[in-house]
């Protein structure tokens, strides 16, 4: 009986419910309730092929209690557009327009429709959940995936080893747009990142939104530690979480304990690699250091 | 009332008519026109709908599936290459049952680049699951939109159509055309009222993972849709006759078939060729113009074709590696044992189908019957001997 009452009230309070088929500790479900529970009902979503699409809508199930449309992986920005120009053309400007993406369907092949989202300034926030690569298809390398990162397409050989490509700027990408609100965040502060919602969704125009999501199963950590590795990327400036307003960076989140990246890459699979490898990890540390200082984030 | 005017815009006409709420469009030789001619509607205010000028045909077809899923009458239109970087969000709206209008302007595929007209583009959509409609001329093309949206919007149908009308020669050909009214057509077309839609005050979800265990059978309903619309179509096209005084959109239009032993099969403008050609021709030689290439009207093809002996397909397409693709078809449907069929491929590229061209075409079908794919008007000093026979 008890419990009866409390699955009632999950579903009464949330607007992406459980019974979706994520693996746990998965961080892009976790990341997807807090944007929804912020947006709340007056709200449509775009949603582009990728995991979150798989795992919350198998037919003839949902977990979605807002309207919420899949069309296909790179087109979610054009298809809020069009959902945004109708609800223009029925005069209806209070509701929110939501598209969302990993990190694929944002920064690789649906970097395109979104920049023409941004650039006709849609009054659309476009959210990123970024898992750092295609995690879907079974853990590829993206755009977005961190520099050395071992995936199933950037693999460890005898001659290279890991990504040897830099992380894609796409924040900054979409920034420079001049857009009035691009910010990145992580699931690892949700009071940041439910911030950053509400202010995307109360500015009008294009918003972009970028949320570092942990996945247990692609990064090789427990599901367990998912908040930590998170906050971990955060505290060791590999994840700057930053604010920008038409262009001009507004407000960073300065680091107080500023960790190592050899901290923050241990519990992962995906950087095993770099343990052994005093180069490679200082490679990495580098990265960190270039964002804390271009951020300043210490 | 009557008006001297270019194919795009009796077309553009039409939609402005049909007030679409939303439209979008990426520029390509030979459409342009058409969406030019809307956004100028847009910007005098003659029609009020929001015109997004989007950075591709993939996002213009994606953006009119999202306001359609909004339940907004749209449009898009394209051409050729526009067509097949939109195909995968074609096959996507088909699955999602919107009845989307678009119009193709009919244009060859590259290599090599050409701006003009075959209809390679609209063939190569075939299996997507829009209907689509061959228009013969710009009356045609101007009477096929509204009654696309009448066929699109039935909710016993709910499908896309493709109003493909040829580019340049239609496109930028100037007609006489009868512009309807407006207040004829408000009647023939009542506002779109979509049967589901993305509505806050009843959420649900849209195109969902449709894994074995349903996909077979979402495409057996697409499917049967599809041949149910054989009905709708000549129904739209009776109404709209008794409404506006001219004939309606059919699936085929026969043409000096009767008595006939030699009946040609064609689509789109070359059609008005072939008639031009039968009226002077002092042989017993008919029409079989396919108006819906899809649905495929196999009963009213194989019904009209029954007292013909020789069987003549004239295409603007060619299945490589095989034959044309309707003449596949049309042979699917004879006794071949009984019917002589030949099949020609001609006017690939924007090459010019004229009555010299007939004339090869019927020289050879009497000479060689049963040529299974033979290219018309060919030049053959541009191909090496060892590749032309």
């Known amino acids: 009986m008890a419990q009866g009452k409390n699955i009632e009230r999950h579903f009464d309070e949330h607007y992406f419910v459980s019974g979706h088929t994520a693996c746990s500790g998965c961080g892009q479900a976790i990341a ?76 690789d092949i649906g970097l395109q429709a979104i920049s023409g989202m941004l650039e006709r300034n849609h009054n659309i926030l476009f959210v990123c959940y970024d ?47 001049c857009i009035p609100y691009a910010a990145s965040t992580s699931i690892a502060y949700p009071r940041d990142l439910e911030r950053k919602v509400k202010k995307a969704l109360e500015t009008k125009g294009p918003k972009y939104l970028q949320i570092h999501v942990p996945c247990p199963l692609g990064w090789g950590h427990l599901p367990s530690l998912t908040m930590e590795i998170a ?22 989140f300065k680091i107080s304990k500023r960790i190592s990246v050899d901290e923050y ?22 990265v960190a250091d270039k964002n804390i200082e271009y951020y300043k984030l210490g | 009332m009557k008006k001297f005017i270019e194919g795009s815009h009796a077309v553009a006409e039409a939609v402005r008519m049909c007030k679409p709420g939303v439209v979008s469009a990426y520029p390509i030789t030979p459409q342009t026109h058409i969406v030019e001619r809307i956004a100028k509607f847009v910007a005098d205010g003659e029609l009020n709908a929001q015109c997004v000028n989007v950075e591709s045909e993939h996002s213009a ?96 149908v709910m499908l896309p159509v493709m109003v493909n009308m040829d580019g340049f020669i239609l496109t930028h050909g100037m007609e006489v055309v009868d512009v309807a009214e407006e207040k004829t057509i408000d009647k023939f077309l009542p506002s779109y009222n979509a049967p589901y839609k993305l509505d806050i005050e009843n959420p649900m979800s849209f195109g969902l993972l449709g894994d074995p265990s349903v996909y077979l059978e979402t495409r057996l309903a697409l499917h049967k849709t599809m041949e149910e619309t054989l009905e709708t179509i000549p129904k739209v096209g009776e109404e709209f006759a008794s409404l506006f005084g001219r004939k309606g959109v059919d699936l085929i239009e026969e043409y000096n078939i ?132």
């Not at chain 1, 906050?231 to 960073?252: F, I, R, T």
């Not at chain 2, 004229?354 to 020289?363: G, Q, R």
């Open chain 1, 32 to 107: 997807a309730r807090l944007v929804a529970n912020v947006a709340g009902p007056k709200t449509i979503i775009a949603n582009s092929t990728g995991c979150l699409e798989v795992f919350s809508t198998k037919s003839p199930e949902s977990s979605w209690r807002v309207p919420w449309v899949h069309s296909l992986f790179e087109n979610s920005a054009a298809v809020a557009s069009g959902i945004e120009a109708a609800l223009k053309h029925e005069g209806k400007e209070d509701i929110n327009v939501i598209a969302q993406a990993g990190d694929g369907g944002t920064g």
């Open chain 1, 131 to 177: 898992n750092e690569a295609y995690m879907n298809t079974g853990i590829q390398r993206s755009g977005l995936t961190q520099f050395e990162a071992n995936t199933t397409t950037s693999p460890i050989g005898k001659v290279t080893k890991g990504k040897l490509h830099y992380k894609k700027p796409v924040l900054e990408i979409f920034a420079a747009h």
């Open chain 1, 231 to 252: 906050k971990n990327a955060v505290l060791s400036g590999l994840y700057p979480m930053v604010e920008y307003e038409n262009g001009e960076v507004v407000k960073v």
């Open chain 1, 265 to 286: 890459v241990r519990p992962q699979a995906r950087f095993k690699h770099l343990i052994k490898d005093v180069g490679a990890m200082k490679a990495l540390q580098e």
């Open chain 2, 61 to 156: 077809a994606s953006l009119v599936l999202g306001a359609s899923m909004m339940g907004e009458r749209v449009f898009t239109a394209t051409s050729s290459q526009g067509l097949i970087l939109m195909s995968e969000v074609l096959f996507n709206i088909a699955g999602m049952r919107l009845p989307i209008v678009m119009v193709c302007a009919n244009r060859a595929l590259s290599a090599p680049i050409n701006i003009w007209n075959d209809h390679q583009d609209a063939i190569s959509l075939r299996d997507s699951g829009w209907l689509q409609l061959f228009a013969e001329d710009n009356q045609e093309a101007h009477d096929f939109i509204c009654q696309a949206y009448k066929i699109a919007e039935d909710h016993k």
């Open chain 2, 258 to 389: 009767e008595g006939s032993g030699t009946v040609v099969i064609a689509m789109g403008s070359v059609c008005g060729t072939i008639k031009d050609y039968i009226d002077g021709s002092d042989e017993d030689i008919g029409l079989l113009r396919v108006i819906s290439y899809r649905p495929f009207p196999k009963e009213r093809i194989r019904k009209a074709l029954k007292g013909a002996k020789r069987v003549v397909v004239l295409e603007k397409a060619i299945s490589l590696g095989s034959e044309g693709p309707l003449y596949t078809e049309v042979r699917s449907l004879l006794d071949t044992d009984t019917t002589a069929i030949s099949g020609f491929i001609a006017g690939l590229g924007g090459r010019d189908i004229t009555f010299e061209t007939l004339d090869e075409m019927m020289n050879v079908v009497k000479e060689s019957p049963g040529e299974r794919c033979r290219f018309l008007g060919v030049d053959s000093s541009l191909l090496k001997e060892e590749f032309y026979v």
